[in-house]
C-alpha cells in the first residue's frame, strides 16, 4: 500500500500566520491526491483535490501544490475558523490511504 | 442540498454482525462512487471500502478483506455495509462518503457517522 507521510505531526500558529504542511507519498501517484479539514465531532471536509484544484466554496486562502512525489497544503493568513487536524488522501492505487493528519493549534 | 444519513451503528459483541446504511439526497447517487470511512476514537481517518458508481465493481481495505462486502441500491439512493466477524479493532465511527467521480477519487460529500462500539 502507498504510505502517505504528514509534516509536521502538529503545528502551532497565529491567527494571520501562513502555514504549509506536506503530504509524502512512498510512491509516485501522479496528482491524485486530496486535502481534508475536520475538526472534532465533525467529518472531514474536502479542501483540495487532484493536487491543486479548490472545490466551490473553500476559501482561496486555501492552495495545494506538487512536486513529484511531494505535496503541500498552504493556508495564507490564518483565520480563526482555521485550526484543525488536516489529512492528505490518496487514491491513484488500491487500497486507498490517508496520512496520519497534521494538527494545527492557536499559538 | 446533498446529505448522507448514517444509519445502523450500535454496540455489538466480538464475532458478530452488523449492517450500515447510507441514505443519500439531494444528487443522482447512480453517477457516483461511494465510499465508507471510518476513525477510531481519537486516531485518524482509514478508508475502508468503495463502490463503483453502477455497483460493477468494489474495492477493499486489507484490514476488511473477506469479513465487510460494501453495496449499493441505487433504485433506493442506498449505501450499505455489511460487517462481519466483527473484531474490537473495528470500533469506531463510519461515515458515508460521496465521490467526486464515478469510481475512486476525492470525497466531497461526508455523513455525519455512525458509532460502531464492538465489545463484550
Known amino acids: 500500500a502507498i504510505q502517505l507521510t504528514q509534516s509536521p505531526t502538529s503545528l502551532s500558529a497565529s491567527v494571520g500566520d501562513r502555514v504549509t504542511i506536506t503530504c509524502r507519498a512512498s510512491q509516485a501517484i501522479s496528482n491524485s491526491l486530496a486535502w481534508y479539514q475536520q475538526t472534532p465531532g465533525k467529518p472531514p471536509k474536502l479542501l483540495i483535490y487532484?493536487?491543486?484544484t479548490l472545490p466551490s466554496g473553500v476559501p482561496s486562502r486555501f492552495s495545494g501544490s506538487r512536486s513529484g512525489t511531494d505535496f503541500t497544503l498552504t493556508i495564507n493568513s490564518l483565520q480563526p475558523e482555521d485550526f484543525a487536524t488536516f489529512y492528505c488522501h490518496q487514491f491513484n492505487n488500491f487500497p486507498i490511504t490517508f496520512g496520519q493528519g497534521t494538527r494545527l493549534v492557536i499559538k | 442540498q446533498v446529505r448522507l444519513v448514517e444509519s445502523g451503528g450500535g454496540v455489538v459483541q466480538p464475532g458478530r454482525s452488523l449492517r450500515l446504511s447510507c441514505a443519500a439526497s439531494?444528487?443522482?447517487?447512480?453517477?457516483?462512487?461511494m465510499h465508507w470511512v471510518r476513525q477510531a476514537p481519537g486516531k485518524g481517518l482509514e478508508w475502508v471500502a468503495v463502490?463503483?458508481?453502477?455497483?460493477?465493481?468494489?474495492y477493499y481495505a486489507d484490514s476488511v478483506t473477506g469479513r465487510f462486502t460494501i453495496s449499493r441500491d441505487n433504485s433506493k439512493n442506498t449505501l450499505f455495509l455489511q460487517m462481519n466477524s466483527l473484531r474490537a479493532e473495528d470500533t469506531a465511527v463510519y461515515y458515508c462518503?460521496?465521490?467526486?467521480?464515478?469510481?475512486?477519487?476525492?470525497?466531497?460529500?461526508w455523513g455525519q457517522g455512525t458509532l460502531v462500539t464492538v465489545s463484550s
Open positions: 462518503a460521496k465521490d467526486v467521480r464515478q469510481e475512486a477519487a476525492a470525497l466531497d460529500q
Open positions: 487532484d493536487a491543486s
Open positions: 439531494g444528487f443522482t447517487s447512480r453517477n457516483y462512487g
Open positions: 463502490i463503483k458508481n453502477d455497483g460493477s465493481k468494489t
